[in-house]
């Protein structure tokens, strides 16, 4: 069974740019969510959707931030315009239906600096 | 507010010796409390976790130690070995919640 993947793995903008983060899940897993770990701070939650439904976007920081997952598959997380404070490590998890919070698989993450 | 507070920042353990790792959490609906291990590059893993309604869990030479009425929870890991510095992880959530509550990680080295 393939893992998450995320693409790309790094991406280096400056400030104000437009940045697109992919995330696979696993085959079959309708629970995505996406999580952002600033430089030495906790992983934090940013948004969960269940198959295409966004299900709780309570952590996005602002309106800079949009995700979506067209036909429940992967998801997309668009940064527009980039900040300064937008910069870590960007990780999606996914997890099988049912599951709920629990028995959530990551991807390797995106490193995102922003410049 | 941190919901989940983990110690120390950083642990440096001789080869075989014992690393141990402490999490503190508040919501007492929490009821899912796994650890992740990253190795660099990588994302986090779930290495082992617990429910509420056990004192401790063993998977080899992993345990978590749990103590609900303190509010807390630790990870031990024994006979520690190069391979197994990393970044732990603590974590917790609830039933019904969509979401883990993370806490901010220990860098662990094991030394030969």
Redesign the interface.
Known sequence: EAG?T?FPSHSVIEKGQTVTLRCDPISGHDNL?W?RRVM??????LL?FVKESK??ES?MPNNRFLAERTGGTYSTLKVQPAELEDSGVY?C?SSRPGQ??????????TRLTVT | QQQVKQSPQSLIVQKGGISIINCAYENTAFDYFPWYQQFPGKGPALLIAIRPDVSEKKEGRFTISFNKSAKQFSLHIMDSQPGDSATYFCAASRWDGNQFYFGTGTSLTVIP
């Open positions: 998450v995320q969510y999580y030495g701070k906790e992983i934090k939650f969960h299900q709780d952590g990780f998890a709920g919070s629990y028995e959530q698989y990551f991807g390797p993450g």
